[in-house]
């Protein structure tokens, strides 16, 4: 190439990872940015991005609309403890279709230096992700809440026109949240460790608090988010939640937030946390102010000064 052509060359842009998120996740997300950099011994070489589901308006423009989940008619809700997951699709447009991006969820965690995911040789491969687990995963649906990408091989994800084929019922949430609309030849599978589900162990790269009725930082609270639930006749829990939604509405009688079963995965939390207080990444109003929305336990102070102690 010659040195003409070198110099006109676009610039590859700088790696990021971007974490997607709204109000009601907003301090997982800050405290996953800080893991992310602190777990880092390249944390110059990428940024760190959030997503927010307030600065889109397509979003807010559907709200209470009927959409299309697990070949049901849902209604969008914007204050759903999720509603930010059709977010995860948008980076290879922040991106302008170049250079390399992780996306996460709002409750992954960094232990182990997330670089080595950025810089990988992804094998010619548009995407690198792990497999859902139990039944979902067996059925061949994909974990999106962790993706390494290839921006420029995914041209064809355009956020705000896929999302609104939800809602003329033309694209079903959960086959394209599962990556069952992707071509498959096109998808690799990178190591559990990189979105290691709610297990913690020396091998663990990325924590991912997945299961939502227990995250660390929610115990005690009242659940806020609906289950994903496809009907059945069997076994009969399928029908009694979606009477008591028809009745109470989504998320009364719901029941609350139960503790974490892994005692390490709260403690390292709270650790994090604390070490952002200390760090003046934020304050102890930021969080009284979540605790007083529910967002977060209402011991969350207690178990960041044991952390300290």
Same mark, same amino acid.
């Given at each position: %190439? ?9 610039? /590859?842009?700088?790696? @990021? ?7 009601? $996740? ?8 800080? &893991? ?45 403890? $999720? &509603? ?5 699709? /948008? ?30 040789? %992804? ?9 859902? &687990?139990?039944? +979902?995963? @067996? ?7 962790? %993706? ?13 026109? $896929?999302?609104?084929? %939800?809602?003329?019922? +033309?694209?079903?949430? /959960?086959?394209?949240? &599962? ?19 709610? #297990?913690? =162990? ?6 991912? =608090?997945? @299961?939502?009725?227990? $995250? ?24 009694? !939640? ?13 029941? =609350? ?27 102890? !109003? ?10 977060? #336990? ?12």
């Amino acid at each position: %190439m010659s040195s003409e052509n070198s110099a006109t060359a676009p610039a /590859m842009p700088k790696p @990021k990872v971007f974490i997607h998120v709204n109000h009601k $996740q907003i301090l997982g997300a800050i405290v996953g940015k800080y &893991s992310l950099e602190k777990h880092s011994s390249h944390a110059d070489r990428f940024d760190v991005e959030f997503i927010e589901v307030r600065n889109q308006p397509f979003l807010h423009a559907k709200e209470g609309e009927l959409y299309l989940r697990h070949g049901d008619k849902r209604t969008w809700l914007n204050n759903d403890l $999720q &509603s930010f997951t059709p977010l995860r699709f /948008m980076p290879p447009e922040l991106m302008c279709y170049q250079g390399r991006a992780v996306v996460i969820d709002p409750d992954v965690f960094a232990v182990g230096d997330v670089w080595e995911l950025l810089s990988r040789d %992804m094998d010619g491969m548009a995407l690198m992700c792990r497999p859902k &687990s139990g039944n +979902k995963g @067996k059925g061949g649906a994909l974990a999106s809440s962790v %993706m390494l990408l290839d921006c420029a091989k995914l041209t064809h994800w355009r956020v705000e026109e $896929q999302f609104n084929e %939800m809602f003329a019922f +033309k694209r079903d949430y /959960m086959d394209w949240i &599962s990556l069952k609309l992707e071509d498959r030849s096109r998808i690799g599978l990178f190591e559990d460790e990189w979105n290691d589900f709610d #297990r913690l =162990t020396p091998r663990t790269k990325l924590l991912h =608090t997945t @299961k939502r009725r227990h $995250q660390p930082w929610k115990t005690g609270l009242p659940i806020d988010f609906r289950p994903a639930d496809k009907f059945r006749l069997f076994p009969p829990k399928h029908w009694l !939640r979606r009477a008591r939604r028809a009745v109470f509405g989504d998320y009364a009688l719901a029941g =609350t937030y139960k503790r974490h079963p892994d005692p390490a995965q709260e403690a390292f939390f709270f650790r994090l946390v604390s070490e952002c207080l200390d760090a003046g990444i934020i304050s102890e !109003r930021d969080i009284r102010d979540e605790m007083a929305h529910n967002h977060v #336990r209402h011991d969350a102070l207690e178990l960041v000064r044991q952390q300290a102690a």
